[in-house]
């Protein structure tokens, strides 16, 4: 058996304000969009960044117990590529993005990194690659 990873879906409690994030701040394409349901699927790529409006998650998935959600929870991360690192958080920051760290180097991993939140409070990772470094 295969398993194909296609997308994420963040089930988040501001739903409007996120997709107005990710359509209007971070540029991404809306692919699918159902208002019955505050669903909504971007492109980001090679796999597809969804949001559903939270309230609406037990009826999706059928299940009669509360669901917890801790606010700023870094369990999952998304990560996204970018060519010039400075130019995005500068584009972000114009945007009223806070970056959440200051930009961290791996060079042992071959890339640069920095973090920031989303309105809902899901972390969200940029990286722009760099030479890899063996040793110190």
């Not at 890339?111 to 940029?126: A, K, T, Y």
């Amino acid at each position: 058996m295969q398993f194909t990873y296609t997308y994420t879906r963040l089930n988040v409690a501001n739903f409007e304000v996120c997709k107005a994030f990710y359509r209007d701040v971070l540029g991404l394409t809306v692919r699918f969009e159902d208002g019955t349901d505050d669903y909504v699927e971007f492109d980001s790529g090679s796999t597809k960044i969804s949001l559903i409006n939270r309230e609406k998650l037990p009826e999706f998935v059928g299940r009669d117990e509360p669901l917890n959600y801790a606010p700023n929870d870094a369990s999952v991360a998304l990560t996204f590529m970018v060519s010039n690192l400075d130019e995005a958080v500068a584009h972000l920051t114009s945007k009223g993005v806070a970056m959440a760290n200051q930009p961290s180097n791996f060079p042992d991993r071959g890339f640069v990194s920095v973090c920031f939140h989303d309105p809902d409070g899901n972390l969200i990772e940029l990286e722009q690659t760099t030479d890899v470094v063996i040793g110190g």
